[in-house]
């Protein structure tokens, strides 16, 4: 089963929204999806569902 880091960047400059990113483990070189947030604590609860989300699917898929 493929595994997925996540993060929550910090806005870059006054007016920018947090941005919080999923990873796949294997190749970090490219985001499978970025949103913007309106906090640190918004990020973390976006990717901890993202991540039930896709623990979900590989069982439903059979690959957990």
Known sequence: M??????????PADGF???????NEKDMTKAMIAEP???LAA?????SELAKGL???AK???HA
């Open 2 to 11: 493929a595994k997925f880091v996540g993060v929550v960047y910090s806005p």
């Open 17 to 23: 929204p947090h941005l919080a990113v999923m990873f």
């Open 37 to 39: 947030v309106a906090s």
């Open 43 to 47: 990020g973390e609860q976006l990717i």
């Open 55 to 57: 623990v979900e699917l």
């Open 60 to 62: 439903k898929e059979g």
